[in-house]
């Protein structure tokens, strides 16, 4: 099916939102990482979100140009080509996007989608992040509001970050942030929902604990009950119409009781990398290391192409990567929850 219109991606998140489950969201870099996410959502029966970061826009433009916007455009456009051959419903998103960068990356996302509009074209993106958590409140919420009202204008639905995510990600290290910024406070998820959604529908990443990187099960320390005392203060002032579409970053290490909490108080998206970053290359290593006389021409010798032709190792990279997708599905309650051709 073609990549969801705002209608449609809207029908998605009610849908997790009542049912009390998550998108997995996967950030990808290459085709072979989208197809891997779409034979995933496919083979669970699974809506789904594929994401783009500017890392990895900058990495799928190549060496020799290095834009994040190209390289996130020419990716979008490879997803959308090949999502009318599944029959499961994906959103298009854009991963953390720091102030720095919202002039070369954003911007210029938002433009091309405006170009596509004016002639027919469906979005380029569904969803944007905007991530100004390591800004004072009040600046993160001004620069929020400004980008919200360009979304809003296009059909696009805004993230944006209260509380900062610890760890590293895309080379953004925030490991030295005070322990007290790794969580939203039930004011800034009152003071989010006045201001962003009395101009339209956002996603709001509120931060309980949460760190970026990998680590073994039970090393990150979250506090999911956070989640639940914002969107009670919410409602408190705001009224039931205004409970939050959250979404749930840095989840490597952690517990799936937590994760189930979390849906619990509204988690209706949660960013997948490292894990499928991993899924992805374990079977290469296997492969190198099984062929390494076939993958080297060594001592006069010719290798062996069947090994070295890189759909013999991608493939398997594609499907492990899937593999690891399908389980997301399944922690997150999305298995078999897909709209179809319904929406």
Request: glycine residues 10%; aromatic residues 6%.
């Amino acid at each position: 099916m073609p990549v969801v219109n705002y209608e449609q991606y809207c029908q998605m998140l009610d849908n997790a939102k009542q049912n009390k489950f998550a998108y997995p969201a996967i950030n990808i870099t290459s085709s072979e990482t989208i197809n891997a996410a779409l034979l995933a959502f496919k083979e669970a029966n699974s809506d789904g979100i594929i994401q783009v970061s500017t890392g990895g826009g900058k990495f799928a433009s190549g060496q020799g140009v290095g834009s994040m916007a190209k390289g996130a455009i020419a990716l979008a456009i490879y997803t959308h080509v090949m999502a009318e051959e599944y029959d499961v419903n994906v959103a298009l998103h854009t991963d953390h996007c720091h102030p720095e960068f919202v002039e070369p990356f954003l911007m210029p996302l938002i433009e091309e989608t405006k170009k596509r509009r004016a002639a027919g074209l469906p979005n380029l993106f569904s969803s944007h992040m905007y991530d100004g958590s390591a800004l004072p409140m009040d600046e993160n919420i001004a620069e929020s509001k400004r980008l919200m009202a360009e979304c809003v204008a296009n059909d696009i639905i805004l993230e944006i970050e209260t509380g900062i995510v610890g760890g590293e990600e895309d080379g953004h290290d925030t490991s030295d942030v005070a322990a007290d910024k790794l969580y939203t406070t039930p004011e800034d998820m009152v003071m989010a929902a006045k201001e962003l959604g009395s101009m339209g529908r956002f996603m709001l990443a509120a931060t309980f604990g949460n760190v970026h990187g990998v680590y073994k099960p039970g090393n990150v320390k979250l506090t999911p009950s956070i989640l639940k005392d914002g969107q009670a203060a919410v409602v408190d002032a705001l009224g039931q119409d205004a409970y939050l579409d959250l979404v749930f970053h840095g989840g490597s290490g952690s517990e799936l009781h937590e994760i189930h909490e979390t849906l619990e108080y509204g988690v209706i998206k949660m960013n997948i990398d490292t894990d499928t970053q991993y899924a992805y290359s374990r079977p290469v290593v296997d492969h190198m290391m099984k062929n390494y006389d076939g993958m080297l021409k060594i001592e006069g010798e010719v290798g062996n192409k069947k090994v070295y032709d890189p759909r013999s190792y991608g493939k398997k990279a594609e499907r492990n990567m899937a593999d690891r997708i399908m389980q997301a599905c399944n922690d997150l309650k999305s298995t078999g929850t897909s709209l179809g051709k319904n929406i």
